[in-house]
C-alpha cells in the first residue's frame, strides 16, 4: 500500500495493464476479464484517446467505452460497435489486418512463456481439474507478436516448472512466426522475458524478491534495474471507482469462493435496482 493513496490489489493491476496501451492500439478481449477491461478504459482516457478495442462479446470493434457490468455488458459491445462481424469473420478479417495485442490469463505458465488453460494433471480424460478451455489462445499465440498475460493470485501451481498441457504458444527455440509473451503483471509484481526466461523486473510496493521466488515453481530472472511498482495515482482511482467500474467487476478475479460469491451477488442485486 501507498502511504500516500488507499488502494486495492485489483486497481494496481489494473492501473499496470493502462501503462501498456499505446494510442493507435488495437486491443482483442475476452471474455469475463474485468480487469484487463478496466485497464484498457483506463489507458484510454488518460493517454491513448485512438486505442480500439475488439471483444468476444459481440465480435465488435469499438471506439468508445462505457461502464463496466455484468449483466448489461453486451451494451456496451453491440451498443457502441463501429462494426459487427461474425466470430470466424472476426479472425479471419480483423485480426490479421490490425495487429491486435491482447492479455490473456493461463492458468499455468511457465518459464517460456508457455501456457496451459486446458487441465491440471497429466491424464486428460481423469484431470484433477478441467479448466475453462483454451478458446482461441492455440491458434493465434503461434502468430501474434503482442500477447501479455495477467495472473490475479501469484502462486507456485501457476507458476509452473512444467505446465500439464500446452495451449498457448511462449518463447519456443526455434519457432518460425510470432514472438512469445511480451508482459506478465501479476498481484505480486511485473514481468518481462530476456532471452526467453520469464525476468522479473518491478515489485509491488511492500513485496519482497523473496516472496516472489518462494511462489514461484522456476528460477526467476532479475532486472539488473528491478524496482517498485510506481502505485495508482488519485486520478487513476477516481476514474476506475467512479466511471469506469463503480460496481468492482474487477474484483471478482482477485477473490474466490465465498467472498466472490458474495460480491457477484452484490454487483447483480446493484445492477437490478439501477
Known amino acids: 500500500m501507498s502511504a500516500a493513496l ?20 488495437v486491443w482483442a478481449q475476452g471474455i469475463n476479464t474485468p480487469l484487463v477491461s478496466a485497464g484498457l478504459i483506463l489507458g484510454k ?10 471483444s468476444a462479446i459481440g465480435q465488435a470493434l469499438v471506439q468508445d467505452w462505457g461502464p463496466l457490468g455484468i449483466s448489461n455488458i453486451e451494451d456496451l459491445w453491440v451498443g457502441k460497435g463501429l462494426i459487427h462481424l461474425g466470430f470466424a469473420a472476426g479472425a479471419a478479417e ?18 517460456r512463456g508457455n501456457t496451459n488453460n486446458i487441465a491440471f494433471g497429466q491424464d486428460y480424460r481423469r484431470p ?13 499465440t503461434p502468430h501474434y507478436d503482442h500477447t501479455y498475460l495477467y495472473v490475479p493470485r501469484h502462486t507456485r501451481l501457476t507458476f509452473a516448472e512444467k505446465i500439464d ?24 509484481g511485473q514481468f518481462d522475458w530476456r532471452e526467453g526466461k520469464m525476468r522479473l523486473t518491478s515489485l509491488h510496493p511492500g513485496v519482497q ?38 460496481l468492482g467487476t474487477r474484483k471478482l478475479e482477485t477473490l474466490g469462493g465465498a467472498a466472490r460469491k458474495t460480491l457477484l451477488r452484490e454487483i447483480l442485486g446493484r445492477e437490478r435496482a439501477g
Not at 518460425?176 to 508482459?183: F, Q
Open 6 to 25: 488507499d488502494y486495492t490489489i485489483d486497481e494496481l493491476i489494473s492501473v499496470c495493464i493502462s501503462r501498456q496501451v499505446r494510442d493507435g492500439d
Open 45 to 54: 482516457i488518460r493517454h491513448a484517446p485512438k486505442a480500439r478495442f475488439t
Open 94 to 111: 480483423i485480426l490479421p489486418k490490425f495487429h491486435p495485442k491482447e492479455f490473456f490469463r493461463p492458468a499455468q505458465v511457465d518459464q
Open 128 to 140: 484433477r481439474m478441467r479448466l475453462p478451455g483454451s478458446g482461441g489462445i492455440p491458434d493465434v
Open 165 to 188: 498441457f500446452l495451449s498457448g504458444m511462449g518463447h519456443a527455440p526455434g519457432r518460425k512466426t510470432g514472438s512469445g509473451p511480451r508482459y506478465l503483471i501479476s498481484d505480486l
Open 209 to 246: 524478491v523473496e516472496r516472489v521466488q518462494r511462489k514461484t515453481g522456476f528460477d526467476l530472472l532479475l532486472a539488473d534495474d528491478l524496482r517498485e511498482t510506481p502505485p495508482p495515482d488519485e486520478e487513476d482511482l477516481r476514474l476506475l471507482r467512479e466511471e469506469i467500474d463503480p
